[in-house]
């Protein structure tokens, strides 16, 4: 969702005469998040096929041929000039609805490696925008484009004294910015908890636990010494602050979805990748990317609890090597790639666009 929304807010930006519409998922936070960015949404129905129990399944994949039917009317309707999707549940329906209604479709691949959906629009999409040149073999010689990964202004709106004074951190002491993504990650979020007084001896701790093991992450933390919950601050999901979390950040403790091809180089952050073992290998990938640049080191889910604090500490105490890292990362960084697939989507004419998430 995020880069996409990035896109949309540089497209505006760049022509403002654009219409932009958002078409999402029907459940969920998305269509709340996009009405809050002032953006119209229209929600259709869809889920996942792959990796959930049959039942679920066999109505998922019957939401998602509806979803077709449902995503033409809307483009017979809005009549767009262009179709920019990220991947998705509901990008296969509008993406095939765009092709019967003849409207040109912009794919922008987040991870290195496109998931099966993304290879299968890629076939019949006019353009494809990747965040690496490593991304290009997979797609079609006439339609790949290396754009980076487009960063909003949530994360590029943040510089480290702005980000250090938001979240009442100081600027003497190293920061370390530990997080799974919106739901959390489990693994790390207990690694944490097991070693956070040693880690709060190094560094200030930012743990962004997620939703799902909130309340124990909270009631880990109230039973913790007072001077170790000073410099330990847990927040179950940040929105507009996450940005301010990366500014601050001295080295990043996360899993490897497609973010941190993005975000990490934005700010020369050094980064511990976690890869997410049970999603396919998309979060491999990524990380090996990063770490075969000196921009990452890489611990396996099953070796965090022992692995995670020698790993950092070995990191927060030896800053010649965490500097390498940081240049390296910085060299990676493609600062202005929301304006780079926005200006493919525009080449379709400055007319009125939709964007999907």
């Known amino acids: 969702m995020y880069p996409a929304l990035a896109v949309a807010h540089a497209?505006?930006?760049?022509?403002?005469?654009?219409?932009l519409t958002w078409i999402g998922t029907l459940?969920?936070?998305?269509g709340e998040l996009i009405r809050r960015e002032g953006l119209p949404f229209i929600g259709i129905p869809g889920g996942g096929v792959h990796g959930v129990a049959v039942r679920y399944a066999v109505r998922n994949g019957w939401d998602l041929a509806r979803a077709?039917?449902?995503?033409?009317k809307h483009l017979r309707r809005e009549r767009p000039v262009a179709i920019l999707t990220t991947g998705g549940y509901?990008?296969?329906?509008?993406?095939?609805?765009a092709r019967w209604e003849s409207i040109p479709v912009v794919?922008?691949?987040?991870d290195i490696e496109p998931a099966r959906s993304i290879k299968t629009i890629a076939r019949f999409a006019a353009r494809v925008c990747v965040t690496v040149p490593d991304s290009?073999?997979?797609?079609?010689?006439?339609?790949?484009?290396?754009?980076?990964?487009?960063l909003g202004r949530r994360i590029t709106g943040w510089t480290k004294a702005k980000g250090l004074a938001t979240l009442g951190l100081d600027g003497e002491t190293p920061v370390l910015l530990i997080f799974g993504g919106s739901r959390g990650a489990r693994s790390i979020n207990r690694a944490v908890l097991g070693s956070i007084e040693a880690l709060a001896e190094l560094a200030q701790v930012i743990h962004v636990a997620g939703t799902l093991d909130w309340a124990e992450v909270e009631a880990a933390r109230a039973e913790l010494p007072a001077l170790v919950r000073e410099r330990y601050v847990a927040y179950p999901y940040l929105h507009q602050e996450m940005g301010a979390a990366l500014a601050a950040a001295d080295l990043v403790v996360s899993r490897s979805g497609a973010g941190v091809l993005g975000e990490f180089p934005y700010f020369g952050l050094p980064a511990v990748l976690v890869p997410y073992p049970?999603?396919?290998?998309?979060?491999?990938?990524?990380?090996?990317?990063?770490?075969?640049?000196?921009?990452?080191?890489?611990?396996?889910d099953a070796a965090l609890t022992a692995e995670l604090l020698p790993t950092v500490t070995g990191l927060l105490t030896d800053?010649?090597?965490?500097?390498?890292?940081?240049?390296?990362?910085?060299?990676?960084?493609?600062?202005?790639?929301?304006?780079?697939v926005a200006r493919q989507v525009l080449a379709f004419e400055h007319e009125p666009a939709q964007a999907t998430g």
């Open 27 to 30: 459940d969920g936070m998305e």
């Open 319 to 340: 800053e010649t090597r965490r500097a390498a890292m940081s240049s390296a990362a910085s060299g990676l960084a493609r600062a202005n790639a929301a304006y780079e």
């Open 11 to 19: 497209l505006l930006e760049t022509a403002p005469e654009v219409e």
């Open 90 to 97: 509901v990008s296969g329906p509008v993406a095939l609805a």
């Open 107 to 110: 794919v922008f691949v987040p």
């Open 136 to 150: 290009l073999s997979y797609f079609a010689r006439d339609k790949g484009v290396v754009t980076g990964y487009p």
């Open 68 to 72: 077709v039917f449902v995503a033409r």
């Open 278 to 300: 049970y999603a396919w290998r998309y979060q491999r990938v990524n990380a090996g990317w990063l770490a075969d640049r000196g921009a990452a080191v890489i611990i396996e």
